[in-house]
């Protein structure tokens, strides 16, 4: 449905606004990679999250016995 309201309200639109649209499509984990490769260096991503970066808190070091 949302295609159908979009495709009706795209004249509507000025070019500015229409150039602000991105049409992103797969799955879940595809589409948090698009992003993230888009935004964020992966040398400052954490490994967690698919970067490069090992992030150690400052605390846990501090208080490890």
Known sequence: YFS????M???FLTKTTRDKIHWIS???DQ???KLI?????????????GGKNI?????????TL
């Open 37 to 49: 490769d888009e935004f964020i260096n992966e040398d400052q991503l954490e490994v967690h999250y």
């Open 9 to 11: 309200l795209i004249p």
């Open 4 to 7: 159908l309201l979009y495709t």
């Open 31 to 33: 589409i948090f990679k």
């Open 55 to 63: 992030f150690i808190p400052k605390h846990a070091t501090e208080f």
């Open 26 to 28: 797969g799955s879940k």
